[in-house]
């Protein structure tokens, strides 16, 4: 039986913490995983990411769903296989970041217009769905952006990142959510934006 060891542990472990203490899930929400040679392991159904235990980590095949683990991984799961499959992610998180997901609602995608988001980012795509929670659909449609962007919201939803490692997917969570805050800032202020970066380098045809 394939066994987590204590680093790996560590790491999830780790990134669940930041991701509960930042507030950027619920308690019993979001999921992360790694890729490990032909497997996955991903966190639990329902699993509390900010107090994770080794029991929480599940290992799953990275080709197919096997009916063992596919009753206790997270019901995410086939999204994250599809992104391992079409991409060239070794780890994936799964976030509810408020303002990635309240910019989601009212704009077709996230322009970021902060010089850090701009730099790293340039937009966060928004992806259309017409069961925005459930995963059949995000599974066909979220591993395509995510061959082009680190980061992807499913409208109304959250956010799925991807990275060499969990701490990268991390970075990309947080720096979109940092962009998006400020975008979100921007537009309540309801003032006009003194020099649009994103419209001067068309950050939409990125």
């Known amino acids: 039986m ?3 060891d204590e ?4 790491s999830f472990q780790l990134v669940g913490q930041d991701l509960s203490n930042r507030g950027l899930i619920g308690s019993h929400a ?3 995983s790694i890729r490990s040679g032909g497997k996955i392991i991903i966190t639990r159904r329902a699993s509390m990411l900010g107090w994770l235990t080794p029991e929480d980590l599940v290992v799953t095949d990275l080709e197919k769903e096997d009916s063992a683990s596919g009753l206790i991984a997270s019901t995410e799961t086939d999204v994250h296989r599809q992104i391992y499959r079409n991409t060239d992610a070794m780890a994936v998180i799964h976030a509810h970041s408020p303002c990635c997901t309240a910019l989601s609602i009212v704009e077709d ?4 217009v902060d010089a850090e988001g701009m ?3 340039k937009k966060i795509p928004v992806v259309e769905c017409d069961v925005p929670a459930g995963a059949s659909e995000a599974a066909i449609k979220v591993p395509p952006i995510l061959k082009n962007y680190p980061v992807c919201v499913v409208r109304s939803h959250g956010v799925f990142a991807k990275g060499t490692t969990l701490e990268d997917a991390l970075q990309n969570v947080t720096g979109t959510e940092q962009s998006a805050d400020i975008r979100f800032k921007v537009k309540l202020m309801g003032l006009p934006i003194i020099r649009d970066y994103a419209a001067e380098k068309d950050f939409s045809n990125w």
């Open 2 to 4: 394939y066994q987590v």
């Open 7 to 10: 680093e790996t542990f560590k």
């Open 30 to 32: 979001g999921n992360l």
């Open 109 to 112: 995608e996230i322009t970021c």
């Open 119 to 121: 730099y790293l980012y």
